[in-house]
C-alpha cells in the first residue's frame, strides 16, 4: 500500500489527491503533522534519488524559525532525518511512499514517471 503523508491546509496536497484519485491510485493518507514519515521512509527517499535538501520543506514556517537554512550544511544525515521525523511540518509536502521508493512535493511529471 502507498503512504501518503499530506496536510490539510495545503494546496499542493489537494492537487496531487485529486491526481490520485483520478488516476485510481490508492493510497493510506496520513496526517504529516501528527505522525511524520519514519526515518526509514526517509532513508527510502534518500536510497530513491532525493537529497537532504529536497525533503525539506524551505518554505514552511518551522523551516525557517529553526533556521534550517543555515543548520542544513552543519547537520550529519542522521540528524537531518531525527529532524524531519521529530517535525512534519519540516517535510516536503506531499510525500509519497511505496515500495519502489519515494516522492516528496508534486511535479506531475514526476508522479506520473512514478506510476508507470
Known amino acids: 500500500m502507498l503512504r501518503y503523508y499530506s496536510y490539510k491546509g495545503c494546496g499542493t496536497c489537494r492537487k496531487a489527491k485529486k491526481w490520485l484519485t483520478e488516476s485510481a491510485v490508492e493510497v493510506e493518507e496520513i496526517a504529516i503533522r501528527e505522525t511524520p514519515p519514519s526515518i526509514d521512509e526517509l532513508k527510502l527517499a534518500l536510497k530513491s534519488g532525493l537529497t537532504l535538501k529536497a525533503l525539506f520543506n524551505s518554505s514552511g514556517g518551522d523551516y525557517r524559525e529553526l533556521g534550517v537554512k543555515d543548520l542544513l550544511p552543519t547537520l550529519t544525515e542522521q540528524e537531518a532525518l531525527e529532524m524531519l521525523h521529530s ?25 506520473e514517471q512514478f506510476f508507470l
Open 87 to 111: 517535525r512534519g511540518n519540516l517535510v516536503k509536502r506531499p510525500f509519497l511512499v511505496s515500495s519502489k521508493g519515494a516522492l516528496a512535493g508534486f511535479k506531475l511529471a514526476e508522479w
